[in-house]
């Protein structure tokens, strides 16, 4: 089992872009897909990006593409979101989560465990 911890949040201008961490603990952290996810006040945990377990396959929500990249460094147990462009509608709370990655599919891959840390605020101003 993998246990993680976000980090990075913060205020960021319009435009602006913020780098978010995501410390996991746990030596099956190289097994694991990883993704982020994001709760909005009042509306309901979204998917944000995802990347498999060597890094090599990413997916995206169709809001965050071209603007969000997620990476990972496997040697250090970490995983980053670079978020640039920043909106106001990104003001969320960020939380990362290891799960299972489906090759076969033609829909969303990442599948998340039930396991969520306690999250980073992101409030982006306008």
């Known amino acids: 089992q993998v246990q993680v911890a976000e980090s990075g949040g913060g205020l960021a201008q319009a435009g602006g872009s913020l780098r978010l961490s995501c410390a996991a603990s746990?030596?099956?952290?190289?097994?694991?897909?990883m993704g982020w996810f994001r709760q909005a006040p009042g509306k309901e945990r979204e998917f944000v990006a995802a990347?498999?377990?060597?890094?090599?396959?990413?997916h995206y929500s169709d809001s965050v593409k071209g603007r969000f990249a997620i990476s990972r460094v496997n040697g250090e147990n970490i995983v980053k979101l670079q978020m640039s462009n920043l909106k106001p509608e990104d003001t969320a709370v960020y939380y990362c989560?290891?799960?299972?990655?489906?090759?076969?599919?033609?829909?969303?891959?990442?599948?998340?465990?039930?396991?969520w840390g306690q999250g980073t605020q992101v409030t982006v101003s306008s």
């Open positions: 990347i498999n377990w060597s890094g090599d396959r990413v």
């Open positions: 989560n290891y799960g299972t990655w489906d090759y076969d599919t033609s829909g969303p891959p990442f599948a998340p465990s039930n396991a």
């Open positions: 746990g030596r099956a952290f190289t097994t694991y897909a």
